[in-house]
């Protein structure tokens, strides 16, 4: 296969020649890179209505990454990266890893860009993997001396990106099993009555995968980065893939639930969290059926069973857990009744003691 060498002239601009390692990036690098990764050509007014300017996934992926791989790159600003990703995508579904290091390589052997090293160059494969997790925000494949906690995607030589991506998350086997998604089925309730603390990620690949003996569960957040992938013709992510996964966050963040509302506000005070994930509205119940989910279900239905076999574990667990309604009411109808009969108990007891005292002093005043 024959690159598009027109992948290979991005103009060069001066807020995309700054270091990988920049932080804090303002907002028209931010912007820059942004239309460089899905080539299109959003205004400041459209990038800033993606969660203030994908906030979000620029600190907590696209920043983190870069920062991961910095040293083991050949790619040493933006605008280099860039050409390496839009390479890789122009290639993606056809031709396999070491070709695609062999097409820059051959691209740019006349210049006297460090690009234009040997295909098997370590610096130029991990320049094509960090090039990969930024495209897709998913882990492929590993970065020396950087720990990847949770899923990643292995990317080998004689593959195409396309395929290796496609190994991981594809549609699953639908189950056989008759798994209810009630409204009380939430990411809040998942906290405040199963006691599984919601961990939240931006590996794709890492979205509803329960770890630590089912006490805590990974919750990929950037609603906005995949909004802009469906806009845009340059990703892998399947239309489908990216539908599902923001059914999964309407779904376990209800914006029309107000339990759900004030426990993603608290959340979001305290970490750097997409405000675009805590904005849908919650799947009607057609919608919920569990086999309208194709790539998530497996790890949906188990979920949904660590939560079913969740017991409460506190007073406020208690009083939030009302899955089973009428057993909730006869609970709080019961402790309440305990509750007055202590009460009055106690008020009976107090009382007699205050009468028995005060006949006492009736007699000594004889």
Known sequence: ?????????????????????????????????VNGIFQSNLTVEEFLLLDDGLQAWYSDWFEEQCQAAANQISAKT???????????????????????????????????????????DAKLNASLTLAARIWLSVSIDSLQHFFTTGYFTKWDSDQCLSDAFGKELCPKLQTNEIVRLPKVFTAANLEKIAGIQVQWTSNLADHLALKDDDKKVMFFHQASFMELSKKSKMTLLSDDLIDETLLTIALLIPASESRSRKWFKTKRKGLCLDSKAGSYNAPNASARRIENFHYWQDRLVMLKQAFDDSEPSGIASWWYDDRKKVQWYTFWVAAALLLLTVVFGLIQSVSGVVQAWAAVRALDTF
Do not use: F, W
Not at 95 to 113: H, K
């Open 1 to 33: 296969m024959v690159m598009n060498k027109n992948c290979l002239n991005i103009s060069a601009k001066d807020h995309l020649r700054r270091s990988i390692t920049s932080t804090d990036l303002n907002l028209p690098i931010r912007l820059a890179i």
């Open 78 to 120: 933006h605008q280099e990266l860039l050409q390496i990703l839009n390479c890789l995508q122009s290639t993606s579904r056809a031709t396999s890893r070491i070709q695609v290091a062999t097409e820059i390589c051959a691209a740019y052997s006349s210049t006297t860009s460090t690009l234009g090293l040997d295909p098997s």
